[in-house]
Nanobody, 126 residues
């Protein structure tokens, strides 16, 4: 199993970035996927989740309306479009995979996800 994030970097406040997460070694389309982030000294924080078919998404309040999670099951790739970036969005961003299905629950803690990428650094600064 491998999840490889890319697309991070340095961006000015108000700018945009698109993160990608390339998946291999498991059945990507059979997993719900999530994005988390971790700033220095902080716990890993939930950002967004998308279901396996891609038609249901959920966001943390801190990013709602600015970030968009999406997936392309044909390419085994997860995305996070980040707009109107703020300095407080600075963190290492991780993608994660969860094989379980929930009807009325959204897992938002790191230990609820089985597979993780190595992370990509996003820095928002002028």
């Amino acid at each position: 199993v491998q999840l490889v994030e890319s697309g991070g970097g340095l961006v000015q406040p108000g700018g945009s970035l698109r993160l990608s997460c390339a998946a291999s070694g498991f059945s990507f389309s059979a997993y719900d996927m999530g994005w988390f982030r971790q700033a220095p000294g902080n716990e890993r924080e939930f950002v967004a989740r998308i279901n396996r078919s891609g038609n249901n998404t959920y966001y943390a309040n801190s990013v709602k309306g600015r970030f968009t999670i999406a997936r392309d099951n044909a390419k085994n790739t997860l995305y996070l479009q980040m707009n109107s970036l703020k300095p407080e969005d600075t963190a290492v961003y991780y993608c994660a995979a969860d094989s379980r299905y929930y009807r009325n629950y959204v897992p938002k803690t790191a230990n609820e996800y089985a597979y993780w990428g190595q992370g990509t650094q996003v820095t928002v600064s002028s």
